[in-house]
Structure formats: C-alpha cells, structure tokens
C-alpha cells in the first residue's frame, strides 16, 4: 500500500511543470500514454499504431471509433425474452428465493458478457465509456433485482456513452431500474420522493451544494414534485407516467418558475453552468489527473466545461478536448492514477494475451477486489483513486498476477520471452511498455521469461496508469 502511494507522489511531485501543448508527433511513450489511459493496457502493436501521428489525429481516431463501435458478441438469452414473472405475485417464499437466484445468475452472465466485450473489444475507449456512466449513475442489482432492468440501463448507457449528455440524463432518469434504486417509481404528488430529486442534483448534474452546486433545500423540494408520477409498468418493468400522480401546480427550480415535469426540470438544471463544470470534471479525474485544485488546472478545466456547454453537451466533443489540454500530456501525469480492479484484470488479460481465460473468475475477481459490476457500493459509486488500494487489496492484486502467470497460456507479443532472459535493451523496453512510471524494485540477475514479465506486474507501479 505505502509504495503504491509512493509512486503516485512521485508521479504528483511536479505540479509547477509548464504546461505542455498536445504534440505534433506522438513519441512511443507518449501514443503508450494515450493509449493507457483510452483503453486497457494497450499491446506493443497498437503503441506502434499511433506512434508518430499527431495527437489530434490519433485522439480524434481514438474517440470516433469507439463512437461507432457495436458489441462483439449477441445479448445474452435472458436480455431478449419474456419479462419474468414480477416476484410480488408469486405466491410461495420458495417461488420467490427461486426468482431472486434466477435473477442474480443472470446479473452474473451480463457482467460476464460485458467483460468479454472489454477484453476483445477493438475500440476499447467504448467499454471504458461505458464504465463510466456506470458509476456516474450508479445502480445496483441487489435492489433493482431484475437482470432484464439492468440490461436495458446497459444499453442505454452503452447507446449514448459519447452520444449527448442531455439525451443520455433524460434516458436514465426515466429508466425503470434508475427509478427503482432511487426510490423515484412510487413518488406522487400527495407525498413527492426527495430521495430521486436530490441524487439527480448532488450526483449526476450539479454535484454537492456545498460544494459549488448551486442549489437549496427547498430547490430539491420543488423538483421532487415535478418528478411525481413517473412509474414503471409492474409487470414488464417499462416507463410509465401516471398523470393521476403528477403535481401539475407551479414550482420554483433555481430561479425558475413554471408548471415544471421531470424533462423540464432536467432542463433547468443544464442551463446551469455548474452541471457543465461537475461533468467536466468527473471526465477529468477520470482521464486526465487525480488533481484539479492547480490554478492552472482550475483555468484550463473552466474553459473546457464552459465549451461542453455551448457545444450544447457533446460527451464525444468534450473527451476530445481533456485528452488534448496542457495538464493530459505533462509528464508528471504519467502514472498519476490508479487501476481500478477492473483495469488490472482486463488490462493484464489484453496485454499479454491470455485470450483462452475463462470470463467469469475473472468477473468474480474484480468484485473480490472492490468493484462488482452492476453492484456498485451506495449512490456515489465506487470513490476510485486511492480507495482502489488498501494493504489488503494490494496483495490481492498481486496474487491475481501471479495465478494468472502460472495457470494461463500466453499468447501475442510476449510468448517468445517464454524460456530465455530479455537482453538489458529490451529489459528497459519491457520496463516502459508494462509501467507507466520506472519500476521501484529491482529484479534478479537470472530471472528469465514468464518470471521476468511477472517480476514487473508484481512491482507496485503496474498498479498505476
């Protein structure tokens, strides 16, 4: 755990660099760089892909393909069939458990789909994207229990990931399995839910009041009421509006007045420049740096959010301008973040082509390591950055490597290095490839082929990016 955080300050320590525009000529360490953090683990192939483009080119590239990209693979059977039988009307407790466990073996086989579309998607960026959105409107299986619901969400979520974020909010604040985690189904105008109001202000437009929101208590009352009466069909769990429900009086939403429904109060949030700046800045941490308090960081993030907005909420247009401020290409960023579980696993998986690995331990792994897919940890989602790794989780990450390296054929690039000690020059190579900041452990004169590869994703800066 202390040399994870090690490394993470001294990627950190250079703060005061000057800035450094987008290059002309992407560098081999600058395209792994890009690649790094737009994907999972890039291979040495596609490194070389880019690798003298101009980073407007390659980001532009990056960013419309995995706009047009489509899943590898066909839905899993549950996602296309019948709707289930609602477990409210079965009659036995027995009927009812066996529901629920039918419910939870299909969570099971979405994440396990979703996964393989990680590890063999072309265009990872849009597996990535999709990742995303998942924390950003985070919702749990455990509650909303039908796999179908999920799926549904996951489409959406997979539709719009760099499509427009005003169609994508309006998209899953109606979406059934959102209205169901946040208890917004059964709100009516006799007693409105504040539970749904509050999380679409604090946790997917405006962030935190007191944290530069913009908003009051009695704003999250007035947009509870606009909310009342959007449902969902018990028996195929779809979107319904109940007008019997709805509280059709006027309300005031931050400065605004009308006879306001859901969509319109969506809208009222938007015009604030506040849910440009929140989203901008999530997209930020996410790609970019773990760190936005810099001054200079402040200046560059304003303009960024403030051009998301006039470009009316282009999630595609945004990610193109952070993956090409100043702050993406300072050195000092390089290994600035952490790897979620999700990253390690997928990333290790990709790179040293453990093609034939069998999926679902694979999903089992990342939930043992603190990101469960589908089954995030409350409605802020899963924190990221340094929560990613405690003493505990470390030596789990470790040990998931090591497993892997001894129970898995490798494949792709690395094979050859199999029975034979990597001369000192591609040791070096082998040491830029794999860590995002140089390794903080020395390896073993001697050590030789597979040993050599595990030795540096065993060193803690392979848990960085």
Known sequence: MNAVRHC??????????????????????????????????????EVERITG??????????????????????????????????IAYLKTKDEQQAARQQQLREGLELKTWWMTEMIESPAPLAERMVLF??????????????????????????????GNFRTLLHGVAKDPAMLVYLDGANSRKEAPNENFAREVMELFTLGEASQGGGYSE?????????????????????FRFRPAFHDGASKTVLGQTGKFDGDAVLDVMLVQPAAARFVTA?????????????????????????????????IAALLKNLLLSDAFWEPSQRGSLIKSPVDLVVGTVRQFGFSDTDVMPLVLKTAQLGQNLLVPPNVK?????????????????????????????????????????????????????????PPTQVIASGTVGVAYLRALTLDPAYQLK
């Not at 703060?15 to 291979?43: C, I, K, M, N, Y």
């Not at 003493?391 to 040990?399: G, I, P, Q, V, Y």
Request: charged content about 25%.
């Open 8 to 45: 993470v300050a001294l990627a950190l320590c250079a703060w005061a660099v000057v800035a450094q525009a987008a290059p002309q000529t992407l560098s081999e360490d600058q395209a792994r760089h890009l690649l790094v953090r737009t994907g999972f683990t890039p291979t040495n192939a």
């Open 53 to 86: 483009q101009s980073a407007q080119r390659a980001v532009s590239d990056i960013v419309e393909r995995a706009k047009a990209a489509r899943p590898q693979h066909q839905a899993p059977a549950f996602a296309t069939g019948p709707a289930p039988i609602p």
């Open 133 to 162: 959105w998942h924390n950003h409107f985070a919702t749990s299986q455990q509650k909303v229990v039908r796999s179908q619901a999920m799926w549904r969400q996951h489409e959406l979520l997979r539709a719009n990931a760099l």
């Open 218 to 238: 009695q704003d999250i009352k007035e947009a509870a009421r606009a909310f009342t009466g959007w449902s969902i069909e018990r028996e195929d769990f779809s």
């Open 282 to 314: 999530k997209l930020w941490k996410e790609f970019v740096s773990p760190v936005s308090e810099n001054a200079s960081y402040q200046a560059e993030l304003a303009r960024i959010a403030q051009r998301f907005q006039s470009d009316g909420y282009d």
């Open 381 to 437: 989602g899963w924190p990221g950055y340094t929560d990613w790794v405690n003493a505990t989780s470390l030596l789990e990450r470790k040990r998931f490597t090591e497993q892997l390296f001894r129970s898995a054929e490798m494949k792709g690039e690395y094979s050859g290095l199999i029975d034979r000690e990597p001369p000192d020059a591609l040791k070096a190579r082998l040491a830029r490839t794999l860590l995002a900041v």
